[in-house]
């Protein structure tokens, strides 16, 4: 018999689909890269005797694994028709290739159930990213209530071990949480109606063996920004499914005749060089989907958010002075945060009315935009379209356009509500005022905040139906719509900090405000925890004060420099009180960050954690590196244990230079003559003995960073 099988080639990685006649495409193989012409040379039914007390058809894992089939794990869909067409099976298969070898469709029709699926591989050639995707479509002539439906199934190895995700809460993002994979169903659900800060829509999964630099691992994000839900699932043929998707709430999948139900995109990968790997494949995809305004990335100017210096008590005078401090200390762009709008002079009113408070700016925002301008900064607005305060002109006017359940209580979050900006008219009307404040003044940047979770969150206007999915649309279309209406804008993305922080929403935006927590030793975690998955351009990371604000803990500025600097730097403190030495350190770590900026924001970052509360992260590429490591916690050691550095070319040699002073309180306790070698002109060594036994480490107090620069010796 012969068998058809469809392979998929990356620089790194292969993925071979078995089509039989009739079915949907039975899941071979995704893994490391494969020879060009290897295949798994025979039918996968033929290759695996049945077992007892099973159906006499064996179902394998498929594309799109449904009931129908008789197969017993979790279905790529839930839906029926008024209770029938519950069990689906796939009766014909044709596949068309977008692009030979890299892409294809799968067009898979249910001839009983009345269905058809469009899966979507496509396998990027350089990146190794897997882009999977599905759209199903109605061809009954009744309604179809979907209930799940998978935007993709991956197959995973049955040694898979253990899966990394994220948890956390407003001010922890990106907590790591590490499980053991068995025989119990994984799985996680978002249910906020945005990305949520608590369950990031990705997970990583390892394999025995696999580290940070090495070894086989698997990754998978749901490029959607709003509720989702992800399982890993053990199968009885050893491996496991894997399946991402939006969570739907009940109802919002109802598909009409000839209507069809359009997934995000799941962004896969798998790396044979473990984590890092991993983090690799996924920055180069997320770059290759930015949209940066002019077409390609500036440098990333130097922010001054203005949020913890005033809170929203501005005064245009302090404002202004607070933007002559920061343009002394190198800041490239001045961000104006909450408290500039009509009346919110504290956050139970105010949203919904995007226009100045007269009271703070009787002259609108033109002579402070003027005054930043002339300062030579950029000038960025905080606005939080999505929502409204019960106490605002917009809700006096419109109370219709909150989604609410009618003739229950409306739930307010830090005293909002948020607007159906599904509704024309309400969407039209942020557009307008949005839109309005762009074409006045020159605003190059804009801070898009969403402050709370969604619930009891029904369409309005008497369409009563859940409106999370609708939502989400919605607010991709208003960015869309304003992005075109001002391409030269920057966008961010914030939500109560990183609570929508996602391939998704940064097809619109440009920035992630990564937490509201800006104490560097949270930091370091928050931000090691984002770097698996996002690059270091993107990273929204300010140079806050001390003590910070959300945890009360106290670092030295250089620290919080040294942690803000490997990311999109911007400062979050009033500058206007520094004391003169400290302005004047300021002014230099900014200035070091301008002059590393370029290396920072491209190419690779390697992540790391080493004994004795060690953690480092490197940029640039294996010719020539800016490595730092933070130690966050004492030695426990009496000699500092050196740091391998896996990634260096093991044939080279390097000049090893330390850029700057050890960032940090008390700094070096016992300082030995390499390291003084170091700061002065710096020492050529061998790049097999730094990877395999390890740079020297000063032996430093906690709460620093030893930041040093490694660049190939060419003869
Ligand atoms: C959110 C943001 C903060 C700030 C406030 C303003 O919490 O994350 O940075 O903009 O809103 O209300």
């Known amino acids: 018999m012969t068998v058809e099988f469809l392979t998929l080639h990356s620089r790194h990685s292969t993925l071979v689909l078995e089509c039989p006649a009739q079915e949907a495409p039975l899941w071979r193989y995704w893994g490391p890269r494969l020879p060009n012409h290897s295949t798994p040379g025979t039918d996968l039914r033929g290759t695996r005797p049945l077992p007892s007390f099973m159906l006499d058809l064996d179902q394998p894992l498929t594309v799109v694994p449904t009931f129908g089939v008789g197969w017993f794990g979790q279905s790529a869909l ?21 692009t030979p070898g890299s892409a294809v469709v799968l067009h898979l029709t249910d001839a009983i159930a009345q269905l058809r699926f469009e899966v979507s591989l496509a396998l990027d050639v350089d990146t190794d990213v897997l882009t999977l995707q599905t759209c199903l479509t109605n061809l009954g002539d009744k309604e179809l209530d979907v209930q799940w439906l998978a935007a993709g199934t991956l197959p995973l190895p049955g040694d898979a071990a253990t899966v990394r995700s994220y948890a956390g ?4 993002e990106f907590l790591l949480q590490t499980d053991t994979l068995g025989r119990s169903q994984w799985r996680r659900e978002n249910r906020r109606g945005h990305t949520s800060h608590d369950c990031f829509p990705g997970a990583v999964v390892t394999t025995p063996g696999s580290t940070e630099h090495s070894g086989l691992v698997f990754g998978a994000h749901l490029a959607w920004s709003g509720n989702h839900q992800q399982t890993i699932e053990w199968l009885h043929d050893g491996q496991y499914q894997w399946q991402m998707g939006e969570w739907l709430a009940p109802g919002e999948g109802r598909l009409a005749p000839g209507n069809s ?19 690799a494949n996924f920055h180069a995809a997320l770059r290759a989907r930015m949209a940066w305004p002019g077409g390609q990335m500036r440098p990333r100017p130097v922010h001054l958010n203005t949020w913890e210096a005033f809170y929203m008590d501005l005064v245009p ?10 343009a ?12 500039w709008f009509k009346n919110r002079h504290h956050d139970r009113a105010g949203l919904g009315d995007w226009w100045p408070d007269a009271v703070k700016f009787p002259q609108g925002l033109g002579p402070l935009v003027h005054h930043v301008n002339a300062l030579g900064m950029e000038f960025g607005l905080w606005v939080e379209p999505e929502m409204v305060n019960p106490d605002s002109d917009l809700f006096r006017n419109h109370p219709g356009w909150a989604l609410q359940i009618a003739g229950r209580p409306l739930i307010t979050a830090r005293n909002q509500l948020v607007l159906d900006i599904s509704r024309p008219e309400a969407a ?17 940047y804009l801070k898009w905040d969403h402050n709370r979770d969604l619930t009891t969150a029904a369409l309005a206007g008497g369409l009563g139906g859940a409106a999370y999915r609708a939502q989400v649309h919605a607010v991709y279309a208003l960015l869309a719509r304003l992005r075109a209406a001002h391409p030269e804008v920057e966008i961010e993305s914030c939500s109560g900090g990183g609570g929508r922080i996602d391939f998704g929403v940064l097809r619109y935006t440009h920035r992630v405000w990564t937490s509201d927590c800006i104490d560097a030793m949270s930091r370091v975690q928050i931000q090691h925890g984002f770097g698996q998955f996002f690059p270091p351009e993107i990273l929204g990371s300010h140079i806050g004060t001390a003590p910070a604000h959300t945890t009360g803990r106290s670092q030295s500025l250089a620290f919080r420099a040294a942690v803000a600097m490997t990311g999109h730097l911007g400062v979050e403190l009033d500058v206007r009180h520094l004391d003169e030495s400290t302005s004047s350190a300021l002014s230099t770590w900014i200035a070091c960050y301008k002059k590393y900026r370029d290396q920072i924001h491209h190419g690779r970052v390697w992540r790391g954690e080493a004994a004795d509360g060690l953690v480092w992260q490197a940029h640039g590429d294996a010719d020539d590196l ?52 170091l700061q002065n002109g710096g020492v050529a060594l061998d790049g097999a003995w730094l990877a395999q036994a390890g740079l020297p480490l000063p032996r430093a107090t906690a709460e620093t960073c030893f930041i040093v620069r490694l660049q190939i010796i060419r003869t």
């Open 78 to 98: 839930l839906a029926h028709r008024a209770g029938l067409d519950f069990a689906q099976a796939i009766t014909q298969c044709e596949v068309e290739w977008t």
């Open 169 to 172: 809460q407003h001010n922890h």
């Open 261 to 279: 139900l359009h997934t995000p995109e799941i962004i896969a990968t798998c790396s044979t060089q473990g984590l890092n790997g991993l983090a």
């Open 626 to 677: 800016l490595l730092f490591v933070y130690r966050c916690q004492p030695t426990n050691h009496r000699y500092t244990p050196p740091l391998r550095l896996p990634m260096l070319d093991t044939s080279a040699r390097y000049q090893v230079e330390q850029v700057v002073a050890i960032a940090g309180e008390g700094a070096v306790q016992s300082p030995a003559p390499f390291f003084t070698t």
């Open 328 to 339: 002394k200390v190198g800041v490239e762009r001045f961000v104006l945060d909450d408290g």
């Open 317 to 326: 005078g302090d404002v202004m002075a607070l933007a002559d401090a920061a």
């Open 428 to 444: 039209d009307y942020l557009f307008g005022k949005i839109d309005a404040l762009l074409a006045a003044h020159p605003i190059r």
